[in-house]
């Protein structure tokens, strides 16, 4: 028997009385024929209770990684349950503050900061602004000069750590675009500048080292190696970044975010630091949350070969399997329960081979054309990196909730498609 691992649905999932999957009191069936297919649908009360438990692990602070998923109804509801919101660029800035957070609970990142990026943040007072090299150091200072206030910032520091995860999704280690390499002195020059220029405030450092990352190990490691530069400069502040894995398919099991709060806050006092730590999670709040629904155009067995299993998306909805060959597992919601005997290779509508989904995912062997069939742990990197690849408009995203649905992004139009053209 191979069925659906249950812990991989979001957490307020149920079976209904066909053996489809509910969510939140949602029939998916129903969802995907009154909401059309792709469709990514979300536990919102799971979504909440995951803001609420990293805020209450990391008193310090605890900023939702936009970048993992971000609408404007994710920010708002990130922020109503606490938490402060890490943004990367000045699209993701203006999403939160079109959904209404203030700019005070924004945190800004980015390796490569525009000075018209910084100047918006600054000029709305941002609350911390992450110095990733000396050329923002030099924006920041001109941009002070004009007049605008001087913000409260967190240097970025490389601590030389390879956690063990995809190489693309690295970033402690030495040769990375990211942040002041301790190893090569740059940590020392950047941190002795930000502390004497009048155009900064330096608050604390912060460390970043990687995403998809399974063992606390890591992150110990990177407070022990950055956590003393606190002390040393007498500096408040300790942002670990985000980063903590989550269990995508059978087999895989992560720390939650508590147990990765109490091994952060182990190590902080091992180094015996007093600082305000905090942390920027983005899959681990919202992986779990979300299930993607396709729909079965074409299924195509190759005798001896394979059994190609081709839905209405692919990769403009889930690039992280072609980006970083990334494992999913399949199920049909219509018999959520089911042994899923037969062995398939989900892929796209999309024009070329790589187009692909899922490797070999478990099916019931009774799939048919017209079947919903669904990837569950699509909610984090999968909306926010997908694309309009052969001009496939992006999916509609739903939040469900005590049996109600709400549509928080629109499906896209194909008058979507030619809003760009002049
Ligand atoms: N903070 C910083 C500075 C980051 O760069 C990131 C992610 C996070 C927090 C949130 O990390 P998380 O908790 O989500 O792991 N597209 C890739 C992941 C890229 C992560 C980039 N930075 C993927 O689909 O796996």
Same mark, same amino acid.
């Given at each position: 028997m191979s069925v659906l691992p249950w812990s991989l649905l979001p957490d307020n999932s149920s079976v209904g009385p066909a053996g489809q999957l509910v969510v939140a009191g949602c029939d998916t069936l129903e969802l995907a024929s009154e909401f059309g297919t792709p469709l990514f649908v979300y536990d919102e009360d799971h979504l909440r209770a995951r803001c609420r438990e990293a805020v209450r692990a990391f008193p310090g602070g605890a900023q939702y990684a936009t970048k993992a998923f971000l609408c404007k109804a994710m920010a708002s509801l990130a922020y109503e349950e606490g938490m402060q919101l890490d943004v990367s660029t000045g699209g993701e800035y203006h999403v939160a503050r079109a959904a *209404? &957070?203030?700019?005070?609970h924004l945190v800004l990142h980015g390796n490569n900061k525009s000075e018209q990026e910084l100047a918006v943040a600054l000029r709305e007072r941002v609350g911390r602004v992450v110095v990733d090299s000396f050329d923002e150091l030099d924006r920041i200072e001109r941009l002070v000069a004009e007049g605008l206030p001087v913000p409260q910032v967190l240097i970025r520091l490389t601590p030389g750590i390879e956690a063990h995860t995809h190489e693309y999704v690295q +970033? *402690?280690? $030495? !040769?990375?675009?990211?942040?002041?390499?301790i190893h090569t002195g740059a940590a020392e020059e950047a941190i002795r500048r930000a502390a004497s220029s009048p155009a900064v405030a330096l608050v604390g450092v912060h460390v970043h080292i990687g995403s998809?990352?399974? @063992? %606390?190990d890591f992150f110990e490691r990177a407070v022990h190696i950055v956590g003393p530069w606190c002390r040393d400069h007498g500096l408040a502040e300790l942002s670990i970044g985000g980063g903590l894995g989550v269990a995508y398919v059978e087999g895989e099991d992560a720390p939650t975010i508590t147990e990765w709060a109490a091994a952060v806050h182990r190590a902080v006092d091992r180094v015996g630091l007093d600082v305000r730590v905090s942390a920027e999670p983005g899959r681990s709040i919202v992986a779990q949350a979300g299930v993607t629904l396709y729909t079965v155009g074409t299924i195509k067995p190759i005798p001896g070969i394979r059994t190609y299993v081709a839905v209405d998306g692919g990769m403009s909805d889930n690039p992280r399997p072609v980006l970083y060959d990334s494992g999913y597992e399949t199920f049909l919601p219509r018999a &959520?329960?089911? $042994? /899923?005997s037969k062995v398939v290779t989900v892929v796209g509508?999309?024009? @070329?081979?790589? !187009?692909?989904?899922? /490797?070999d995912g478990k099916v019931p062997a !009774?799939? %048919?054309?017209?079947d919903i069939l669904a990837t569950p742990v +699509?909610?984090?990197y999968g909306h926010s990196m997908g694309s309009n690849y052969n001009k496939v408009p992006r999916p509609a995203v739903v939040f469900v909730r005590n049996g109600t649905a709400r549509l928080v992004v629109r499906r896209e139009t194909y008058e979507d498609l030619l809003r760009l053209d002049v």
């Open positions: *209404g &957070v203030p700019a005070q +970033t *402690g280690q $030495d !040769d990375s675009k990211f942040g002041f390499g998809q990352i399974f @063992e %606390a &959520v329960l089911a $042994d /899923r509508k999309h024009c @070329e081979s790589g !187009d692909l989904l899922v /490797r !009774d799939l %048919a054309v017209g +699509t909610g984090a």
